[in-house]
């Protein structure tokens, strides 16, 4: 899922995202509570048509980016208590209030609130935060079912077919994270997400800890590891039986000039780049792959044209998705297996 | 002309620039000498090549840009020497070179080198100043022919069919653009432009300027007004018998917010829009203005999201080329009289 933290994939048109192959974006609960507001997104109708998009949104809780307020936020049983980073105003985000709020902005996939854990953290700090993230999971499962069956008047549901994804807490102790697991698949959802990886973690560590939560849960649902991750982790992850990612990796590195290849990543700022007259990848059929050179691409980074951002980001989304896209395929002919070996020796070569 | 100073129109890529019916666009000259520099563009195969543009460019000559540098400029009967805003290296322009760095990026139109005139400035200053600027298109002329007679080795020409424009100056003195005019009708252009307009002078007197000099061109010559204009200097102008314009307005507005409609101004930013939403322009068929309600292009631009340069940007230039493309059907319908009363007073109604 490419990221549109406001309601817009930074740099990207629905178009091109739709182009390159997007079936769904991720929009962030957070920033859309604080501007335009989740009851301005409602009276226009929800998400899908003011920023008009039509195929589906998740939205996260808004837990992670309260978290990284780090000093601005206050966890209590009851939620999360932040001041906004855009004018210092505080507000309470409960299990029920991110229940309320997702309603109100109309995502087909929401997510339950969830404590995320600050790092280092010890086995007990880890199993207090994974017992809450349960109890808050159960909380705004219970508000969705009321909120659906009409129940909370003063919420515009704006999309009544909304689905709610519970999260796996537990850091990176496994059997709190089996504990975790097993209590949501008890609450039940319709998918369920893995969270608190790809924090610092080793990357070995990190598949292990997402391939043993994903056997916890249950084959015929979506299994969302958050926040990952690099094209290779994709893989790997998929060969572990992760479903769904998301990530601001293709769209962040390519506004820094930073490109995902089937040869490995390039910086496109790099003055070796000066006179090559060959596409960013030969393997890429992207509109910026079809239509310019790493020379152009190098120019216009270096003379800081908006433009630069803009083709860089079409060509990293393409190739994100280009990449899912060749899982599935390779899953389906069953090539996976050498699909996977022959993915990870070029594209992990670094860069060329 | 949509400008694309550095080989980008800005904020657009090149698709939807020829979706909004861009048939040519401007890029100059005195940017891509000193990045990515001329010789790196010929290497290249020229600028067509280099920045993936098939459609016609016209190179302006740098020397608005070299006359912009204020203080850091010195003109001479041989050239105009500069510092270079970049990195402050020096640099000498004289119309032979204006000529072979054109030649080099292999534009389709390019521009002698003119001596741009600072305001306020006196009849004898506009005298002298109009004056080198004849002696200057006739060294741009000489060299530009021996360029094309192959008499330049050490010149490499990308686009050898180049067409070169005169620039009538002589500030806001009518009998000295008169005799631009003569002299450069006397030495002989594919076309020609009206330079030193649109600089501060009332509009009423840019008009009657505008018309006057226009007189004095060939009919069957395009005339080009360089730097304007508002979309009603546009209609205006036409009136006048200008054929071309090249102007910022749309996309620079753009990028602030500013939008042009069929009702006149409107600035994005405004709290107005926040709830609305209708289209920027219903009149227009742009693909911002098919997709998306101003309320959405509000949020993106108070949430500083880049697509709000890119959506706005693509509709500014859609309302321009759509105003040149009615302006050319209302000649070709002998309606033009009646479009332009209708259109002046629609569109010059100020911010809705």
């Known amino acids: 899922m490419p990221v549109g933290t406001q309601g817009a994939v930074k740099a990207a048109r629905h178009r091109e995202l739709e182009e390159a192959g997007a079936e769904i974006i991720l929009a962030n609960t957070y920033h859309l509570l604080l501007r335009p507001g989740d009851e301005l997104v409602a009276r226009r109708g929800g998400l899908h048509r003011f920023i008009g998009w039509e195929r589906p949104i998740l939205t996260d809780s808004g837990g992670f980016q309260v978290y990284s307020l780090a000093q601005r936020r206050v966890i209590t049983e009851e939620g999360a208590d932040f001041q906004s980073h855009l004018d210092g105003t505080r507000h309470l985000l409960t299990p029920e209030q991110a229940a309320d709020i997702q309603t109100r902005l109309g995502s087909d996939l929401a997510m339950v ?7 280092p953290a010890t086995r007990d700090q880890a199993a207090v935060a994974m017992s809450r993230s349960v109890r808050w999971a159960e909380r705004s499962r219970q508000r969705l079912l009321a909120l659906q069956a009409g129940e909370v008047r003063e919420v515009q549901a704006t999309n009544p077919g909304q689905a709610q994804f519970g999260i796996v807490q537990g850091g990176l102790f496994q059997d709190l994270r089996d504990e975790s697991a097993e209590a949501m698949v008890a609450i039940g959802f319709e998918g369920y997400a893995i969270g608190g990886l790809s924090v610092g973690e080793p990357i070995e560590q990190m598949y292990t800890l997402a391939a043993d939560t994903a056997r916890r849960l249950p084959q015929e649902r979506p ?4 926040g990952v991750g690099a094209p290779e982790d994709l893989v790997e992850c998929v060969a572990r039986g992760i479903d ?6 293709p769209t962040r590195n390519a506004r820094n000039g930073q490109l995902f290849t089937s040869e490995g990543r390039i910086n ?3 003055a070796r ?3 090559d007259d060959g596409p960013v990848d030969p393997q890429c059929g992207c509109y910026t792959c079809r239509h310019h ?3 152009y691409l190098r120019h216009l980074y270096v003379a800081g044209e908006m433009t630069a951002g803009v083709l860089n980001t079409l060509h990293n989304l393409s190739f994100y998705l280009d990449t899912m896209r060749r899982i599935r395929d390779a899953i389906a002919f069953r090539t996976f297996t050498n699909f996977r070996q022959e993915f990870v020796r070029t594209v992990s070569t670094g860069t060329p």
Chains 1, 2 share one sequence.
């Open 268 to 270: 496109i700022k790099n």
């Open 223 to 226: 299994r969302y590891l958050m």
């Open 244 to 249: 769904m990612f998301d990530c601001v990796l």
């Open 273 to 275: 780049y000066a006179e």
């Open 113 to 119: 609130l969830d404590e995320c854990l600050a790092l």
């Open 293 to 295: 050179s790493r020379a």
